[in-house]
């Protein structure tokens, strides 16, 4: 029961995977009174607002669920390797109303400010339509991926047409008949490529920078393939908890070098045979992402497949890149096969920039315009902090986020930040670069122990200033390591215009991260502090 100072004893913010599992773990385990805001009028985060054509997750479907609902697990199935967006908020509302869950959130909610006052360590929350809550503890899990990033073109409010970003898709629109322009050639613009290239009359894709994409192997599973890993759940998450990429693989221990030429390309071709892009990246060898050498073996093969792959000279040429392959690594059915359809035009915006949309299409700077009926915005987020530097965030001294934040988002351990007690984050800034519903299942349970032990022994916790820089630190030097840095990449923040290049993630995988929280709580929870707190229970 919350004491009488306060509304809620914990606030969770967002509905996501992440603030559903907070939600329940908060409410459930540790019996606190808990509300729970949701900007959307549904919950499931991300799989709500994502709602355009081909969205869906690029994790293989037994590793993209729960792995703490047991009778879950044993109840529900898929059908095919990957599952599409429709099915994952299906499986998001079985969850929600199973654990009844509803009487405890707030849809149609967006949290626009958050106020600590230190003097009786209580959070206020304020919403855009002027409701406030207060709570002892705030739980903010806003989604790496959900501050809309919409590029600034000239003659934008000229467009007849319509004009959408992919996160923002509407619910009437329908592609069959129309000419459709996409920008944007991520993980959501190539999904929606391939799906568009099925249904618009005829699609132009405007690229910026062209992308290593292998295929997704997407297609059928069998009832005995999902019976078979209903039988070893325990197995696949103790695997998934204590590998890399928490994608359901063994990383590769084997380095380029340990094999001939004509092995490395046999296992390559396998790869590409199998599908999923982060089984390409790390199930072929352990150095592609750390020897530009090896990257540079796995970059050529992709080219290679590209070059027997697309068909027109001109097409096959922007769509052969160069920079090294170290982005999020992309997987689709079918990718470079699409510019092989009639229907499907290719702009590079390097070689020849956007100049301005007019009334009836996009101009580019050889004084073509390219008429659309719509135009897609597939140009992502502004990733990881954008969320928290939209709100009015304070914290001891009324100091905002974006003051803490003057030179780059940053945290202890990707759940807390100093100067914001009591406040936690699910996927902050510097958070494990894997599968996601893993990672946030294991910060989720690492934050109810930290509110257990806040509880407990009624302390405030806040992450200490040296423990964060020295958390950024070693972020910093283990991306060094990599190529990913050597890449413009959301990853990195390079998606929005004038934010800086700076490490978002922690990049040494899920069980060396898991293994950091136990060890942090082992020491007692070593780099918070845990000072007395004001609001008695």
């Not at 709500?48 to 792995?67: F, K, Q, V």
């Not at 079985?94 to 209580?122: C, G, P």
């Not at 007849?160 to 129309?178: M, S």
Request: hydrophobic share 40%.
């Amino acid at each position: 029961m919350a004491t009488k100072d306060v509304d809620y004893d914990a606030i969770v913010i967002g509905l996501g995977f992440g603030g559903i599992y907070q939600l329940h773990t908060l409410r459930d385990d540790l019996g606190l009174k808990v509300r729970a805001f949701e900007k959307g009028a549904g919950i499931g985060g991300t799989w709500w607002w994502n709602r355009y054509p081909g969205a869906m997750s690029d994790t293989e479907s037994p590793y993209y669920r729960y792995s703490w609902d047991e009778e879950l697990l044993q109840e529900w199935d898929w059908d095919r390797k990957y599952i599409n967006q429709p099915e994952i908020l299906r499986y998001l509302e079985e969850v929600v109303d199973r654990w009844d869950m509803r009487k405890d959130f707030q849809l149609n909610t967006e949290i626009t400010s958050m106020v600590y006052d230190e003097a009786s360590d209580i959070w206020t929350v304020g919403s855009k339509s002027g409701e406030s809550w207060t709570a002892r503890y705030v739980v903010t899990a806003l989604g790496l991926l959900a501050a809309v990033n919409i590029p600034d073109i000239p003659g934008k409010d000229t467009f007849q047409g319509r004009i959408v970003h992919t996160a923002e898709w509407p619910a009437d629109l329908d592609l069959p008949g129309k000419r459709v322009g996409v920008i944007g050639t991520g993980s959501t613009g190539t999904q929606f490529i391939v799906a568009a290239s099925k249904q618009a009359e005829h699609l132009t894709v405007f690229q910026r920078n062209p992308q290593y994409c292998v295929p997704s192997g997407n297609g059928p599973v069998t009832p005995e393939e999902v019976s078979e890993h209903k039988k070893r759940w325990p197995e696949i998450w103790n695997q998934v908890r204590n590998s890399g990429v928490a994608f359901g693989f063994d990383e590769s221990t084997i380095a380029t070098t340990d094999v001939t030429p004509e092995q490395r390309e046999q296992i390559f071709e396998d790869a590409w045979n199998r599908g999923n892009g982060f089984y390409f990246m790390f199930g072929t060898f352990n150095d592609l992402a750390v020897s530009a050498e090896a990257n540079e073996h796995a970059a050529d093969f992709i080219r290679r497949k590209i070059a027997q792959i697309v068909k027109d000279p001109e097409k096959r040429r922007l769509l052969t890149p160069t920079q090294p392959y170290a982005k999020r690594p992309l997987c689709n059915l079918d990718y470079y096969e699409v510019y092989n359809q009639e229907n499907v035009d290719l702009v590079s915006v390097l070689e020849n920039p956007i100049v301005e949309i007019t009334p009836t299409g996009v101009k580019t700077a050889d004084g073509v315009v390219h008429e659309l009926d719509v135009l897609v915005f597939a140009t992502g987020f502004d990733a990881v902090d954008g969320n928290y530097r939209r709100m009015n965030l304070q914290g001891i001294g009324g100091k905002t986020i974006n003051e803490h934040w003057a030179d780059a988002p940053t945290s202890y351990l990707g759940v807390a930040t100093a100067g914001f007690p009591n406040m936690f984050m699910i996927l902050g800034p510097n958070g494990p670069f894997t599968n996601l519903v893993p990672a946030l299942e294991v910060q989720v349970e690492f934050i109810t122990k930290l509110i257990q032990r806040a509880e407990k022994h009624q302390v405030v916790v806040e992450a200490t200033q040296e423990a964060e820089d020295e958390w950024t630190e070693l972020c910093l030097t283990i991306a060094g390591y990599t190529l990913f840095s050597k890449t413009d990449s959301w990853i990195f923040g390079a998606n929005i215009p004038g934010k800086k290049h700076t490490v978002m993630f922690y990049l040494a995988g899920m069980g060396a991260y898991a293994g950091v929280l136990a060890e942090t709580e082992a020491a007692n929870f070593k780099g918070f502090s845990l000072k007395p707190s004001l609001v008695s229970a």
